[in-house]
């Protein structure tokens, strides 16, 4: 995919996914997540929501 805010939100949450307790990494994946929203299409919106729900957990 093109988009690199799209990109760059996929691998913050990645991040915080594998550092359990680390609000620092967590608060970068919502803020490259949030960033990322305006600018995608459906398709990647729909992901964006999910990985923020993951996050949320």
Known sequence: MGNRLYQEARKYAEIAKGSPG???A???AKNALSSAFANSTAAEQEQLREM????EQ
């Open 22 to 24: 680390q609000e620092e």
């Open 26 to 28: 967590i608060s970068r």
């Open 52 to 55: 923020q729900q993951k996050l």
